[in-house]
């Protein structure tokens, strides 16, 4: 049996951030102190009501939530409405939550909930790093208590929101520069597992057709991804990805994981390059070509194996091993 993790987990709830919530809720190897909320897929205040609404479905205990950052901190924000839908939840009506958020900021939460745990807290960010660049500015006294940021986001290769740039990190550039800087412990899950790890069609019709609220609802969510993947052509065959929900069994089993140590730098000036997460896997460097910088490395994951991860996943969300 793994042992139970400690995390955080920073979102801007859209489709794949539910499924990662919901996931995070439900498997016994987390233990969910507190979910943080930044704009990015949703504004802000869309953001923190799809959280709630989440945590209802998945039948969750008590768990602080608390509203962060509305926007980047420098440029104006950029919602993904034609992925996640008007309201981020594939416009399902899901009905609102009897829970309130916090009344406090999310950066506050974060340092209150670090000061606070006996033991180190793992991040798990799925959303644009605003929040956490916010913690690391304000708060460096709490930064010892952070074990690690698994954080979705950056592309080795394509990105997504640009030919160059994967979202999360082209939403705000220079949050993700500060937290890639910080010299904090970072695990980046990119675009490169992001899409690898899937589940079937008829495992989605399976959820859906689950008498669990949560498995239902992790159901309805894959079903629109699959019209969405239809239409950009962005998975093959009968495969949906889990999306950030891949993050989460990250933190949960790293053992299916391909991993290189590097540097990870991040464009940030304006053009086509823009929120590019430069990592650099050369294993020679000519000292005359390229002098050596001081980067902090981060543990960057360039594949994965899928299969242990969508089983991880399908169990949690049914009760019982999938079938093969």
Request: hydrophobic share 50%; charged share 20%; net charge negative.
């Amino acid at each position: 049996m793994t042992a139970v993790r400690p995390v955080i987990l920073d979102v801007d709830t859209g489709v794949d951030d539910a499924l990662a919530i919901l996931l995070a809720v439900r498997h016994p190897a987390l233990d969910v102190r507190a979910i943080t909320c930044t704009g990015g897929n949703a504004p802000l205040a869309q953001v923190v009501t799809n959280t709630l609404r989440v945590l209802d479905a998945a039948g969750a205990g008590s768990i602080p939530v608390a509203a962060g950052a509305h926007r980047p901190l420098l440029e104006a924000p950029q919602h993904a409405a034609a992925i996640h839908g008007a309201d981020g939840l594939a416009d399902l009506g899901l009905p609102d939550s009897a829970r309130a958020p916090e009344p406090v900021h999310a950066v506050e939460l974060l340092r209150r909930s670090l000061a606070e745990s006996e033991t180190p807290l793992t991040i798990i960010s799925l959303a644009p790093l605003t929040n956490i660049a916010l913690l690391v500015r304000m708060h460096p006294e709490v930064l010892p208590r952070i074990e690690r940021v698994v954080m979705m986001g950056g592309a080795v290769g394509t990105g997504n929101a640009t030919a160059a740039a994967e979202f999360n990190v082209w939403h705000d550039p220079e949050a993700a520069a500060i937290v890639l800087g910080s010299g904090l412990e970072v695990l980046m899950y990119g675009l490169e597992p992001f899409y690898r790890v899937a589940v079937s069609h008829d495992d989605a019709a399976v959820l859906a057709a689950s008498t669990d609220a949560g498995a239902r609802l992790a159901g309805a969510l894959l079903t629109h991804l699959i019209g969405i993947d239809a239409t950009e052509e962005r998975v093959a065959d009968d495969r949906v990805a889990i999306g950030d929900a891949g993050a989460v069994c990250a933190a949960i089993d790293p053992s299916p994981l391909v991993t290189r140590r590097a540097p990870v730098e991040v464009a940030l000036a304006p053009g086509a390059t823009r929120g590019q997460t430069v990592v650099d896997l050369r294993t020679m460097v000519g000292a005359d070509i390229s002098p050596t910088r001081d980067v902090p490395l981060a543990t960057v994951v360039t594949d994965v194996d899928p299969a242990p991860y969508r089983a991880l996943f399908l169990d949690a969300l049914l009760g019982a091993e999938p079938a093969s």
